[in-house]
């Protein structure tokens, strides 16, 4: 209906001060006067949720100016929903100041509203003044404010605040339990999680899928893996959330063989997967150094048609360069439409372990040059790892420097020091490392003084190993492996009486060394070896045949190298010892299970050591096989008989 001529007077005088104020434009002004020419023909509210509906917030505003009292329930709403999906916190306050100006005493629902506009906006403050002032509460708004301190890391606010609600009298709900769980981390996390699984229990929450999900989370992610599956062998019914939670647990727990096998039977009982299991997956199979399994997963990929998410062409790049692989790395890395500085990182760090020095500075360089990425902390680590294993020590040595300087735009920090000490260490300067490590500004941790030790392990350093073996038993007396090292150097020095001291102190404090294993893949199935293992179906056809190969490689001038072995026992035995070793039998169960030509892939736990290392560059020379080599810390690819390396690791 047309506004009647009684009315235009008022809106005259409206338009009057309008043009009188400063702060006002002709535009404000017409918008406010066909605002209001549209409310006198539309019922209270009714244009305004029209305005919201069509995302016209300004225009909104203005409408609630002219409503003043007027306003209901209806356009609060409306206003409300805009800014929050907007994300508009200075709109949002006036909407809140309108309120408060006219009066209006909003429901629970409205403060609610309120409460997610604030934490939308990260203003977690007032969202939590706006929680102390309501006099009524509901679960939707302690959830709300418990949701947005748990998903920003305030894992104690998010804690205390269920312990209120629960003193309120209030009951949590499905998503309370869901969301109060992701604040659980640390030691002290764990006891609160399990404190809130027992509260889940009594309220019958337990088989809820998102509550399962989260409590088999926490689990996996403090570490307790068989908490984790019961809580998700007892949901009623799984999602590709929980079946991706609990896959990604073994994954990132290092259980990549149990991943692996339980991703298979959740394939077969009909999950489906999303991006986020994939890249799961694809750590576990990094882990496994499972080629086979990689690719087929890539294929899978490609055939689900899943959008190239960054963080799964991350995996891939990680996956198959952890593989050995590093021709599908690049290839997968070069054809992304947009990359991170993870993904620039993934493959800096497959060429640092390959040891291709040269390939990492020239990425780096790339890098650099490209729009909108910028290097940080775990680049240049990359980056000084790859001169340290390639043997290009002074170009590490200027990039460190470099970023000491601030020319880089990264802070040095401990982990980047601890590879300067390794990679002085690798090119022998053992006592220009340990010089160093006196003049650095931060104070060495166990990793610095380990990476030392282990250079001089590897040049025979005895004073200063054994300067640095003490400070490490000083600060980690529970780490087997520097007891190792350690007896390992007064071995090589004849020092044996050290030797069973240092073996008597493991003893005594009751540490164990981890046992080393080796394993290869062949159609897809891991076949895994230990030191003198007679665990294999075919250990004695594996047996047989070094003994052959020991014979043939003697005559190619192959002399083992006994140094290797570190016991007090006469040559015959050392020799056979050496002979033992898990990734000699993997690598000859390799050449007799694969056919002639085809590329033998080793994968072990630990270090590689230096007789193993010549007996594959052997076998690769006799048998003209193209052996790959990966222990803990990098890859040996051998063609030839002339490894990557170039016998410098």
């Known amino acids: 209906m047309p506004a009647s001529a009684s009315q235009f007077p008022c809106i005259a005088r409206k338009i009057n001060l309008i043009f009188r104020c400063p702060r006002h434009d002709f535009s404000s002004t ?8 549209s409310h006198l023909s539309s019922p209270p509210n009714s244009h305004l949720e029209i305005l919201c509906s069509n995302g016209q917030l300004q225009e909104a505003l203005l409408e609630m100016a002219l409503q003043g009292l007027q306003m209901k329930f209806q356009g609060y709403d409306a206003l409300l929903n805009v800014c929050v999906y907007q ?15 006219t009066f209006y005493s909003p429901p629970v629902y409205l403060n609610t509203r309120l409460i997610v506009l604030y934490t939308k906006c990260d203003c977690l403050g007032d969202a939590r003044r706006m929680l102390d002032e309501m006099s009524e509460r509901n679960i939707v708004s302690w959830t709300a404010m418990i949701s947005a301190y748990s998903q920003r890391g305030y894992a104690t606010e998010a804690l205390n605040l269920l312990v209120e609600m629960l003193r309120s009298g209030e009951k949590p709900n499905e998503f309370t339990f869901a969301t109060v769980l992701t604040s659980c ?40 893996i068989h908490e984790a599956r019961g809580v998700f062998e007892c949901l009623p019914r799984r999602d590709v959330v929980s079946c991706t939670a609990i896959i990604s647990g073994y994954a990132q727990l290092g259980f990549d063989e149990k991943a692996l096998e339980l991703f298979r039977q959740l394939l077969s009982e009909g999950m489906h997967s999303n991006y986020v299991t994939y890249a799961s997956l694809l750590t576990a199979l990094s882990g496994l150094a499972a080629l086979d399994h990689g690719k087929q997963v890539h294929g899978h990929v490609f055939r689900s048609e899943i959008p190239s998410y960054v963080v799964l062409q991350n995996s891939l790049i990680d996956m198959y360069s952890k593989c050995g692989n590093l021709t599908y790395s690049r290839r997968t890395f070069d054809s992304m439409p947009e990359r991170t500085v993870i993904s620039w990182n993934a493959m800096l760090v497959g060429y640092s372990k390959h040891g291709m020095g040269r390939e990492v500075l020239d990425l780096f360089k790339s890098m650099r040059e490209e729009n909108g990425v910028k290097p940080d902390s775990v680049t240049i680590l990359a980056v000084l790892s790859g001169c340290s294993h390639g043997g290009m020590e002074n170009w590490g040595l200027d990039i460190f420097y470099d970023m000491a300087n601030g020319n880089i735009g990264v802070e040095p920090e401990i982990e980047h020091y601890g590879c300067v000490v390794d990679l002085l260490g690798r090119a022998g300067r053992v006592e220009e490392a340990f010089e160093f490590i006196q ?10 003084w380990g990476s030392l030790l282990g250079a001089c392990r590897v040049h025979a350093n005895v004073d200063i190993g054994e300067l640095a073996g003490h400070q490490l038993l000083q600060v980690e007396p529970e780490n087997a492996g520097n007891y190792v090292i350690l007896s390992n150097i007064y071995a090589s020095s004849g020092r044996w009486e050290d030797v069973r001291s240092v073996r008597q102190l493991m003893m005594e404090n009751a ?10 893949e062949l159609d897809q199935r891991l076949h895994t070896f230990h030191a003198s293992d007679r665990s294999h179906p075919r250990r004695e056809e594996v047996f047989a045949k070094e003994i052959e190969l020991l014979v043939k490689l003697k005559e190619a001038g192959y002399v083992p190298d006994l140094s290797c072995v570190l016991y007090d026992v006469d040559e015959e035995q050392k020799e056979k010892i050496l002979l033992g070793h898990s990734e000699k039998l993997a690598l000859t169960f390799g050449l007799i299970a694969t056919p002639e030509g085809v590329p033998i892939r080793v994968f072990k736990n630990l270090r590689i050591c230096v007789d193993c290392h010549n007996f594959a560059k052997f076998i690769s020379k006799i048998y003209g096989r193209e052996v790959s080599l990966r222990d803990n810390n990098r890859f040996h690819r051998i063609l030839g008989g002339t490894c990557s390396c170039g016998d410098y690791w």
């Open 87 to 101: 994300r508009r916190f200075r709109e949002g306050q006036r909407v809140h100041l309108h309120m408060i100006k």
């Open 30 to 37: 017409l918008k406010l006067f066909t605002c209001k020419l």
């Open 185 to 224: 981390p640390g030691d002290f996390g764990f006891v609160s999680g399990r404190q809130i699984h027992s509260l889940v229990i009594k309220s019958n929450y337990e088989s809820h899928i998102y509550v399962g999900s989260s409590l088999l989370d926490m689990y996996a992610k403090q570490g307790k």
């Open 439 to 448: 003049t650095m500004p931060i104070k060495p941790t166990a990793a610095i």
């Open 511 to 520: 540490v164990k060394k981890e046992p080393g294993k080796s394993w290869i």
